[in-house]
């Protein structure tokens, strides 16, 4: 009994913390690091000093710059927008629901004193649905895509478990099944496992996500005119 109650201690005051403090350096380091892979965007400027030269009679016309929507179609939202679709719906549920779910932010209230908005219950736990479904859906991918699964290794399935546990052992807690002592214990591991993991794993594109996709220039960038490009 003093095992169990020193393991639960442990899992529920230092390693949060070890979890955190992993977590916010780890991703500083990561996207530091990322950032350095690029760099500024060059702005060229041509000055001519006698006024601007006379236009060719065979010059092409400058291509204007892409709009916003145009970018998007050029990524892959125009590729495969129910991929996209699917995959922005799970990353929103993953992301938002821990913040919104009212144990959470009981606890947060317990010690701190500070939290946030709750969602209802009802809401949180349709939210935690979606999340596993589309877990079920991107596993489902890798077995039966021919082009996933070939490129699919054991690591990419463990990081799938890393970012779901944490919703599976919430749901099985919240609806009281199976044992909720041991439930509940597994998912503040699972929690904590997923902090951990985000800066080390391929779960780091959570914060490179607005790198990406709003600072560089590429092909999937989601803004015209971005200000930095690859090295």
Known sequence: MFGEMSMYDFIRGPLVWIAFLVFILGTIYQVVRFYRLSRPKERYQVRVPFGKPPKEPDEKPAEP?????????????????????VTTVFHLALVLTPFFVLGHNVLLDLAWHASLPSLPEAVADGLTMIVI???????????????????????DYVVLLIATAPFITGFLAYHHLFDYDTVILLHMLAGEIMLMAVPFTKLVHMPYFFINRFVL????TLVAGGSRIWR
């Open 65 to 85: 710059e892409l709009t916003w929507w145009q970018c998007v179609k050029l990524s892959v939202v125009g590729v495969n927008p129910v991929m996209v679709s």
């Open 133 to 155: 479904a589309g877990g079920i859906f991107f596993l489902l991918r890798r077995i039966f895509l021919d082009r996933v699964r070939a490129i699919s290794t054991a690591y």
């Open 217 to 220: 220039v590429h092909e999937n």
